[in-house]
């Protein structure tokens, strides 16, 4: 099983500030790699899908990079609405895992 | 508009059985990869299972033997049917859409599941 690791565990931030998240795979995962922003009593919602590719909607301050092992998701810019946990989530193969979650507060 | 409603959560029992229904709204249904992910209380994601069109079903080592995918594609609905429940499976149950990229695109609001004595 691909053992996903992001740090840090919170980022403290301000409005404006640059973000700089990151996951880290057990094993090579190629580029096969997501990244989703889930907010207090909400569903999760895909941001970036296959390590650097912005799903629909989603605003250019987000960007994503990496592959084989290590990946990055950053947020040039924080608007309040980013304030939220972020998880990345690997489907590389069974069993799709996701990291433990990086909560950016600020 | 993509929807996708999730039903049938609940208390339960340590070793009762309980089915989840996903109602699935907004494109066209027997077309889409369906999954199932869940989220222990103050706890990170887990992927539990997804189904393709052709009916094939993978499932997180955690559930196998106990859950079942299934769909009805005339009714647009996607099934999660539960047994042998145990406190480890208490969570909210989201029901999301896989893209052909096999990344969760869609997301419902989720339904609670309770497993306790």
């Known amino acids: ?106 | 508009e993509v929807q996708l409603v999730e039903t049938g959560g609940g208390l339960i029992q340590p070793g009762g059985s309980l089915r989840l229904s996903c109602s699935a709204s907004g494109f066209t249904f027997s077309s889409a990869f369906m999954s199932w992910v869940r989220q222990a209380p103050g706890k990170g994601l887990e992927w539990v299972s997804v189904i393709y069109t052709d009916d094939s079903t993978y499932y997180a080592d955690s559930v196998k033997g106990r859950f079942t995918i299934s769909r009805d594609n005339s009714k647009n609905t996607l099934f999660l049917q539960m047994n042998s429940l145990r406190a480890e499976d208490t969570a909210v149950y989201y029901c999301a859409r896989v893209s052909l990229l096999n990344w969760f695109d869609s997301w419902g609001q989720g339904t609670l599941v309770t497993v306790s004595s």
């Open chain 1, 1 to 106: 099983e691909v053992v996903l690791t992001q740090s840090p565990a919170t980022l403290s931030l301000s409005p404006g500030e640059r973000a700089t998240l990151s996951c880290r795979a057990s094993q090579s995962i190629s580029f096969y790699l997501a990244w989703y922003q889930q907010k207090p009593g909400q569903a999760p919602r895909l941001v970036i899908y296959d390590a650097s590719n912005r799903a629909t909607g989603i605003p250019d301050r987000f960007s994503g990079s990496g592959s084989g092992t290590d990946f990055t998701l950053t947020i040039s810019s924080l608007e309040p609405e980013d304030f939220a946990v972020y998880y990345c989530q690997h489907r590389h193969n069974w069993p799709w895992t996701f990291g433990q979650g990086t909560k950016v507060e600020l």
